[in-house]
């Protein structure tokens, strides 16, 4: 088992046509994820190393059954593929694009609840990783192994400095989640929480915060009422100064609100285990795993 | 993006917020001369960023010419906790017979647009919400709703205004509301907002936030920004298209990725030091990217050490050892270089920077073990 993504992951991406959305989708479809199309507006018939290519969501998903998107296209133009992917009936939409204006975030997050048929994941995200099974995203999926560990995280570089120490200890992941460094997440930490306690293959589970809004806090009391496996988190951002924004949208202390220290408090008061680097929390989930297999 | 007082004034006007006649200036003369225009009394305002203007002396009200030559001459140059005054708003002095507070914030949380609505207005509205939480009406808008005339009506009976300015405080909502939504603001705050003895209401202040995403749909907004206002160091690596905060310590830090730089800096600072900046180089730095992201952080003369900490993903090892080799090339630096590089392509990347052989870099297989090197060197060159 695993969450979100799996072989039965059948996968269209917005922009597959663009740099970077070609190489991702290539890079996933060589990892063995089924990348069955793309969509890119007036490229309808053309494809991409043999990925056929659609003019809408509708038709591709038509045609391919796909039950996943990928969204690589530009800041400007991210809302409103979200939306068509949403409409055209699609289950999980995975948004890797950065900078989307707040307010089209608002409005798509907003739809997407309330016609509640689909999951948003991102923006601003580096997607969803379920090793031995399927990559939707630009995680670098060489460093992870199929594992008990289940990690959801703000930040991809973060994920992969905690993961690769976990590899290191010998440990491997069942799904590694990307929510996303933006201030109104399709999915926050108690959705992908939720889903990782009740997948079967998970053990452990590893959070990674930082500073910004209070989906930590949140997660701190979800998890004491909802979670029996153990959690350990680590919250980026101690030094971080108020009221500047440290590279993610989200990434702000407000005055007094936000801070890495709350937040660590508030995980801690519940139970939950918080690492001060990266390598000690690490050192956190192997001893709670016990040796290594 | 925040706007000044005056720059948000001008934005309400244009969406039918009242607000009080005014006029903008740069000198001594252009107030008195606007003073003499509006007429007397009236008041002469700091433009600056930050709050506890008045405090400070930022504000002053003048009664006449010689008045409104003396304090703006006063407030011109004057530092306001840090900042410096170099904007004056001169607009005609208010009577105020009540004093409100009215906001629309993007709220995180809810994941929706809180409206905020007291009368408990012209001072610290955190203070009041920690004080007196109940003095402070609160209400979510749907956003694919918008604000309804209900919801102006439900707030302000809830919040407790006179009974006489029911309607005229909730159009007033209404129309912050219409800023908030056109503009694509992620704060719109009148603090206060004030009814006359007339029974006018009016914003008197205005703070105004942007969300910085949006500015390619509003050149008119795009160009309000002050690149003048901002940090010398962070105008230079905006412009290089870097993801850069100044900080005040010594040791400055590149990484790749939000997250993973602001780790690097609590780490930095857990081994004992003190780092100037927080430097994203992004995902996919190539070499020429990495070298334009030195010259960023040692224009800062405070830099001791630099801490090049990069987990590859899509930035290839390789291409950052190529950048920090092209960047010894062009600049020769003088002060040490630790380099803690993994993920894609990191043996290639160590090897180049072995086969370099560059003066005082040195290769950490460790993120904590780079940053207790760095702090190390740091202080040795302190």
Known sequence: ?293 | MDLLEYQGKQVFARHGVPVPSGRHAQTVDEAASAADDIGYPCVIKAQVQIGGRGKAGGIKVANDHDEARDHAGAILGMDIRGLTVHELWVEAASEIASEYYASVVFDRSAKAPLVMLSTKGGMDIEEVADTDPDAIARLHVDPLLGFQEFHGRRLAFEAGVDADVVRPVGAMLARLYDVFVTEEATLVEVNPLIVTPERDVKALDAKVTLDDNSLFRHPDNAELRDPSAEDPQERMAKERGLTFVKLDGNIGILGNGAGLVMSTLDVVALAGGSPANFLDAGGGSKADAITSAVEVILSNPSVKAVLFNIFGGITRGDEVARGLIEAFKKINPTVPFVVRLDGTNDVEGRQLLAEANLPNVFTESTMDGAAQKVVELAAASA
């Open chain 1, 1 to 293: 088992m695993s969450i979100l993504v799996d072989t039965n992951t059948r996968l269209c991406v917005s922009g597959i046509t663009g740099r970077e959305g070609t190489f991702h989708s290539l890079r996933n479809r060589d990892y063995g994820t089924q990348v069955v199309g793309g969509v890119t507006p007036g490229k309808g018939g053309q494809d991409v190393e043999g990925i056929p290519v659609f003019n809408t969501f509708h038709e591709a998903v038509a045609r391919t059954d796909a039950n996943t998107a990928m969204i690589f296209v530009p800041p400007r133009f991210a809302a409103d593929s979200i939306l068509e992917a949403e409409d055209a009936g699609v289950s999980l939409i995975i948004a890797i694009t950065e900078g989307i204006p707040a307010h089209d975030e608002l409005r798509a997050y907003s739809v997407i609840k309330k016609n509640g048929r689909a999951r948003l994941i991102g923006p601003n995200c580096p997607g969803i990783l379920s090793p031995g099974k399927a990559n939707v995203g630009i995680i670098p999926a060489a460093f992870f192994k199929q594992g008990n560990v289940g990690v959801v995280s703000r930040s991809g570089t973060l994920t992969y400095q905690i993961g690769n120490v976990l590899a290191q200890s010998g440990f491997g992941n069942s799904t590694i989640v990307g929510i996303g460094g933006d201030p109104v997440p399709g999915s926050d930490f108690i959705d992908i929480i939720g889903m990782l306690q009740d997948d079967p293959e998970t053990e452990l589970i590893v959070m990674c915060g930082e500073i910004g809004g209070d989906n930590e806090e949140r997660a701190a009391d979800f998890i004491a009422d909802n979670v029996t496996k153990p959690v350990v988190a680590y919250i980026a951002g101690f030094t971080a100064p108020p009221g500047k924004t440290m590279g993610h949208a989200g990434a702000i202390v407000s005055g007094t609100r936000g801070t890495a220290k709350a937040k660590a408090e508030a995980l801690e008061s519940k139970g939950v285990r918080v690492g001060r680097t990266p390598t000690e929390v690490a050192e956190i989930a192997v001893s709670l795993l016990g040796a290594a297999a």
